[in-house]
């Protein structure tokens, strides 16, 4: 082996170098609960309250004990980890009890059901492949339909029972033609199906949006970043804002086209319109983890709801970030009286030690020939299929108390971000979220006085930097959300104290003082 290998870094050395200029390149040993342990000088463990929670998928923290000895139990046990192609009767049962408690949350009986994958953006593109199948088949059934309709036409006027009034001719811009009336309003009506049915299909996601960094999933993320070099690779989306109603109408009026046909009616051929479903899905976060921990409202819920049932677009939300009790539901959109046609579920499904991830999609949807066309090596097996069943029995245990502690102990952090922000409203610009799931947001800091920190801001940096200070002078982990790096995330465990909660206020007011001073020399990033 050439041996500057050794030494040479290979495993992502750019964003390594990012993460030393904020201070963040700290190596953890060992986590357990909301705490990371990381080795000082000495060589001794140090520990760092995380906030990050993993990026909100450790609902029950690192390492929770009973997860872990769950996962001993199963690899003593010989669990068949790999047995692809076999009855898994455990993702029967998870499937089921997701469907127990959707049930319950969204009052209906419908089943829902379950694909398994392994990440939060290939659970994304599973529901988004699955509804392009859906939609293709839609498209298809309309088109037999309707050929069927040009058949009949065809038998009636070849037997003398219907004419072929001008009218027709004049809607299809064609001529009357000397022999058979009918083959110039057949070629016009084919011509126009078969460029409609070509057409790509028209997704709608939120802007702010973030549902993965996958070729299908980048270009259903708003963030510009992300998404344009791989425009090319992927879908076409469009992005509507939040709070403006009248941007879907535009859409709609710009993307609906329809599919012809023919009947006859009192003697005479009539062409008949059906609805083109050119829209393959409308994703959506109930609450947008990486736009900055936005909160859906309640209007434009019921806006897009609305939306959805008139134009027959399925509805993906997307609850791998809010999902899984972080704010107080199983489904963060059950609070909003959404309702979806499909659910995407990650992170804390795999209790902190798995990799899974699952897309529900509710049965008047559902495909059975799907099941043939995707699959993955690792889904559905045995192994992240028990942990998830744990985590489900560890959110349902008690009446539910662990949602309960998602909501009081968010509402115990909110309430002190809160405070925080109201004693610096020169600094804190805003506190949001729901449960578990909170941002705290600063006002711009790219006019700032101080030039580290001007820089910092002016460079898309302000964010991070603030988070290798909090890392470094007080021991506390977080990050800012991806695509609105003024707003630092926190998405911390269930098992959240009031001490914990203590320390962050202490962190936040220093930070909220240095920046009140402009006193950027007094940032610790290192
Ligand atoms: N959707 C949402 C709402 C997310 O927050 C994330 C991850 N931050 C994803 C999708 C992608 O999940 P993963 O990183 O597991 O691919």
Redesign the pocket.
């Known amino acids: 082996m050439n041996p500057e290998l050794a030494v040479t870094e290979l495993a992502e050395p750019y964003l390594r170098g990012l993460l030393t200029s904020a201070g963040l390149d700290v190596e953890y040993v060992r986590g357990e609960g909301n705490t990371l342990y990381r080795l000082d000088a000495k060589g001794q463990e140090t520990p760092v309250l995380d906030y990050a929670g993993g990026?909100?998928s450790l609902i029950f923290g690192h390492n929770n004990p009973e997860i872990v000895a769950r996962a001993r139990e199963l690899v003593d046990g010989g669990v068949p980890v790999h047995a692809q192609f076999s009855f898994h009767p455990y993702a029967n049962r998870l499937a089921a009890e997701l469907n127990r408690i959707i049930h319950r949350e969204l009052g209906t009986d419908e089943p829902y059901y379950a694909t398994f994958a392994n990440?939060?953006?290939?659970?994304?593109e599973a529901a988004v492949k699955h509804a392009e199948l859906d939609r293709v088949l839609r498209v298809s059934e309309t088109l037999e339909e309707l050929a069927a309709g040009v058949e009949r036409a065809r038998t009636a006027v070849d037997d003398g029972s219907a004419t072929v009034p001008d009218a027709v001719y004049a809607q299809l811009a064609t001529e009357r033609p000397a022999d058979d009336p009918l083959a110039p309003v057949i070629d016009e009506i084919t011509r126009r199906n078969g460029e409609r049915a070509a057409q790509a299909p028209v997704f709608l996601a939120l802007e702010g949006?973030?549902?993965?960094?996958?070729m299908g999933?980048v270009q259903l993320t708003h963030n510009e970043a992300y998404r344009a070099p791989f425009a090319a690779l992927g879908v076409r989306a469009r992005f509507v804002p939040r709070g403006r109603p009248e941007a879907l109408d535009e859409v709609l009026a710009q993307e609906r086209g329809v599919l012809l046909g023919l009947t006859v009616e009192d003697g005479e051929v009539r062409v008949v319109e059906r609805e083109h479903p050119v829209f393959c899905a409308f994703l959506l976060?109930p609450i947008?983890?990486?736009g900055g921990i936005q909160v859906l409202s309640d209007e434009d819920a019921r806006i897009i709801q609305e939306f959805a049932d008139a134009t027959d677009c399925p509805l993906i939300i997307?609850?791998?970030?809010?999902g899984l009790g972080r704010t107080g539901t199983l489904l963060a959109s059950s609070q909003t009286g959404l309702r979806g046609d499909y659910y995407?579920l990650?992170?804390s499904l795999g209790g902190g030690l798995a990799k899974a991830?699952v897309m529900l999609v509710r049965q008047t949807r559902y495909r059975a020939q799907f099941e043939l066309v995707h699959s993955s090596t690792f889904a559905k097996d045995a192994f992240s299929c028990y942990l998830a069943l744990k985590v489900l029995e560890m959110l349902e245990r008690d009446g539910g108390r662990a949602y309960r502690q998602a909501t009081e102990r968010g509402a115990a952090l909110q309430a002190t971000l809160e405070k925080v922000r109201t004693a610096f409203p020169d600094v804190a610009k805003d506190v949001r979220g729901r449960g578990l799931m909170l941002g705290f947001e600063f006002h711009d800091q790219s006019e700032a006085e101080h030039p580290a920190i001007r820089e910092a801001a002016a460079g898309g940096l302000f964010g991070y930097v603030i988070a290798g200070h909090l890392l470094n002078r007080h021991s506390i982990r977080t990050f800012p959300t991806?695509s609105a790096v003024n707003t630092l995330r926190f998405e911390p465990s269930v098992l959240l104290t009031d001490e914990e909660i203590g320390r962050l206020e202490e962190a936040l007011t220093d930070v909220c003082v240095i920046l009140r001073e402009q006193a950027g020399e007094r940032l610790v990033l290192s």
């Open positions: 990026y909100g990440s939060g953006a290939e659970a994304v949006g973030f549902h993965g960094k996958l999933s976060e947008q983890g990486e997307d609850e791998i970030q809010s995407t990650a992170k991830s991806a």
